[in-house]
């Protein structure tokens, strides 16, 4: 590149050079994160449901009592929006991670 040679003019926009927010903040700890990623993934590969399975049971559970009235299912999801490199954005997808009967459990 010359002299001169302007990479990204900024001025007069809302755009900048800084951080986006960091979305791990929504959880209360890291651990809370770290687990949440173990539901998203359960049943993937070679690995069984059960982490999504007791997940939702709590779920089930801490809802319940919060309502002060049972469950009756629960279906957990996933957002995801992915960024492709020719900017053109699908928009946001909700992926299913598990149906659950809270009835049943």
């Known amino acids: 590149m010359g002299n001169e040679t302007v990479i990204a003019d900024l001025g007069g926009t809302a755009d900048s050079f800084e951080h986006p927010p960091d979305a791990s ?12 990623q173990k539901v998203r993934r359960s049943g993937e590969d070679d690995t ?5 399975e007791r997940y939702a049971e709590w779920a089930c559970q801490e809802v319940s009592t ?8 629960m279906t957990i999801y996933r957002m995801y929006q992915p960024s492709p490199l020719d900017g053109d954005y699908d928009g946001l997808r909700k992926l299913t991670v598990i149906e659950w009967d809270c009835a049943a459990s």
Do not use: C, I, L, N
Not at 25 to 36: N, V
């Open 25 to 36: 903040q929504s959880y209360d700890t890291f651990r809370h994160r770290k687990y949440m």
């Open 48 to 52: 069984t449901d059960a982490v999504a």
């Open 66 to 73: 919060a309502r002060g009235q049972p469950v009756d299912t």
